[in-house]
């Protein structure tokens, strides 16, 4: 498996423990002002890219979703409006945001449409071929091994199935480059601290982008891993991009 220089960025440089022990403990630590934090950094845009990730599936029409580092289920709420597949589950790492987004699922009385999991992405437990289609919304730089994470994918997706990949990445014109830069390192930072008390995650975020292999490179790794009908979109003068690929 390869190594990429995103998969050795930890939120918590002193610590011991190895990436996906700390990311679990990171969203554990914002679970209770993550949704709030989303919205209000990305000005709501965030609820956009997701909306036009899962239109990636609409003519695929998948029946059972799986949504890897779902968080506080976002994106399989969405999908579930949208797609209305028989069901979705949702896997994630953090106790603390599937707590949140079981309460979410609740409110809303799509227990019976909606499940979630403590799963990790890189030893999924499902049978092989078990998925119409994969969703995983800004949780692919959070893998410890990415190549491994997106080979799990592939196994538990049928054949024909699709992925599809919601990352940030780093807009290349200009004068959104200077600003998205000052934001990354000095508002959202100070930010996350005011609000969650934990300015490591911010800096993490930028961090891990910085270090993403992405765009070409990207989809360059769904090539090599086997994945077929790639293609990519960016989204915002490039601040975030789709990535899909299929079985």
Request: with cysteine.
């Amino acid at each position: 498996m390869t190594e990429f220089a995103h998969d050795t960025v930890v939120p918590y440089k002193g610590s011991a423990l190895n990436k996906k022990q700390q990311v679990a403990d990171m969203f554990d630590d914002i679970a209770f002002r993550y949704d709030f934090l989303n919205r209000f950094l990305s000005a709501g845009v965030d609820v956009r890219w997701r909306k036009k990730a899962i239109r990636q599936l609409a003519d695929k029409q998948p029946r059972l979703l799986l949504d890897v580092a779902t968080g506080t289920a976002d994106m399989a709420i969405m999908a579930s409006g949208i797609l209305h597949p028989q069901k979705i589950t949702g896997i994630d790492i953090s106790d603390g945001m599937l707590e949140m987004g079981r309460k979410k699922i609740e409110k809303l009385g799509l227990q019976k449409n909606i499940e979630l999991l403590n799963g990790d992405s890189e030893t999924i437990n499902f049978k092989n071929d078990s998925f119409d289609a994969v969703t995983v919304a800004f949780g692919v730089r959070n893998f410890e091994n990415l190549e491994k994470g997106l080979l799990e994918i592939k196994r538990v997706l049928k054949p024909g199935g699709k992925l599809v990949v919601l990352e940030f990445s780093r807009p290349k014109m200009a004068g959104t480059k200077f600003f998205y830069n000052l934001y990354m390192k000095i508002v959202a930072p100070n930010m996350g601290k005011l609000f969650s008390k934990n300015r490591s995650a911010y800096q993490y975020l930028d961090e891990s982008i910085k270090k993403f292999p992405e765009g070409k490179d990207f989809t360059a790794i769904l090539d090599k891993l086997g994945y077929s009908n790639i293609y990519s979109k960016p989204l915002s003068l490039g601040i975030c991009s789709i990535y899909c690929g299929e079985k």
